[in-house]
Each structure stands twice: as C-alpha cells, then as structure tokens.
C-alpha cells in the first residue's frame, strides 16, 4: 500500500526567503504526485501534480515540485515566499487503485 | 466552484448514537472520497466510491459505512458514534479518479460528547 510522509509538521521563513516542503512516498508502483494547499478557514485546493512527462512540475503562484523517483520525493519549493503563501500544504499520492493518499500536513509560517 | 455540498454542516451527538453525512454533488463525477482531518493526522481516506454500488476502503474505515445508491449522492454513516470519530469530515470528488484534481466540499463538524 502506499503511504506519504511529509517530514516537517512547521516549516518557519522569513517573507521573500526561499522556501523547500518535504515529500517521500512509498510505492512499489508507479505513483501520481499531487500538492494541495488549505489557506486559513478554507478548504483544500490544488496547488500542482505529476502524472508523467517532465518530473519538474509548477504552479500559477511560483511553487514548484519535482519529482524524483530515485529518491521518492516530492518536494515543493518557491525561491520567495510572500506573507498571503501562510498556509497548510498537503502532498499526496495515487496509484492505479484511485485511493488518493494524504500526508499529513506542513503549516508554512511565513515571518516578517 | 465545483457543484459539491455537504450536510449537516455542524452536528453534536452522544456516544452511541448513529450519525449520517451526506455528500451531493452536481457535477456528475464518477469518483468520491470521504476523508477526515484531524490535527497532527492531516487527511485521512475512510472510504471512496468509483460508482453507482462501488464501493471501496481506505485507511481508516473501521467503524464507517457507506452507501452510494446514486451519482450524485455519497453517504457516511456511523452506526454508533464514539469519541474519537469526533473531527471534520470532507466529502472530495473527481472525474478521473487517481489522476484528477479533487474538488472539496466545505466539511462537516462533528462532536461526540
């Protein structure tokens, strides 16, 4: 079965610092990678995924992830965090069983 | 926004009781999920529906049944409600299953005192 680790429950930076979230999956099959971002008092939604293709993969808000398969990550990053990014990021998973796996959660704390 | 809601919204009930949420959706996806989130154990998966009658476990389905008698509803229950199921529930949908971008319903509070 499938399991997502995200290994920082807090990640603190400071505004227009970069910033990296770390991802590990576990599949002994071929895997597609998502990230999702819960803003304060909202629901979850898409930030990126990978399916196939490029293993660099990015977002409309200058997040990345790559995906590398080496090494079982997932890691998203953005080279300058701004205060409205304050958020929690969840990376999940799916195999060809269509269960969609969670982490469980990295809150970005951005400080002025 | 997707076509997706979820009801009740807030409910509190005693140990023991039984409880139904309800997931109706408009946007006639053939996938839904139940997660339930919790601090420290972000989203879990309870159980998800890949269509009309389909059914399947998650991670935590232990104590939670489902029923999908339609597209657009998916239904939750737990047949006698304890403590530790006290948490938000969200209802997720799809049209792609473990390739599409989820859809997320607003959540449904629930305390079991």
């Known amino acids: 079965a499938q399991s997502v680790t995200q290994l920082d429950s807090q990640v603190p930076v400071f505004e227009e610092a970069p910033v990296e979230l770390r991802c590990n999956y576990s599949?002994?099959?071929?895997?597609?990678l998502f990230w999702y971002v819960q803003y304060p008092n909202q629901g979850l939604q898409l930030l990126l995924k990978?399916?196939?293709?490029?293993?660099l993969v990015e977002s409309i808000n200058g997040f990345e992830a790559e995906f590398n398969k080496s090494q079982t990550s997932f890691h998203l990053r953005k080279p300058s965090v701004h205060i409205s990014d304050t958020a929690e990021y969840f990376c999940a998973v799916s195999v060809s069983d269509d269960k969609i796996i969670f982490g469980k959660g990295t809150r970005l704390h951005i400080l002025p | 926004d997707a076509g997706i809601t979820q009801s009740p919204r807030h409910k509190v009930t005693e140990t023991g009781t039984p409880v139904t949420l309800r997931c109706h959706q408009t946007e006639n996806h053939r996938y839904m999920y139940w997660y339930r989130q919790d601090p420290g154990h972000g989203l879990r998966l309870i159980h998800y529906?890949?269509?009309?009658?389909?059914?399947d476990k998650g991670e935590v389905s232990d104590g939670y049944s489902v029923s999908r008698s339609k597209t657009e509803d998916f239904l939750l229950t737990l047949e006698s409600a304890t403590s530790s199921q006290t948490s938000v529930y969200f209802c997720a949908i799809t049209a792609k299953g473990g390739t599409g971008e989820l859809f997320f319903g607003e959540g449904s509070r629930l305390t079991v005192l």
């Open positions: 990978y399916l196939s293709g490029s293993t």
């Open positions: 529906s890949y269509g009309v009658k389909d059914t």
């Open positions: 599949s002994s099959v071929s895997v597609y």
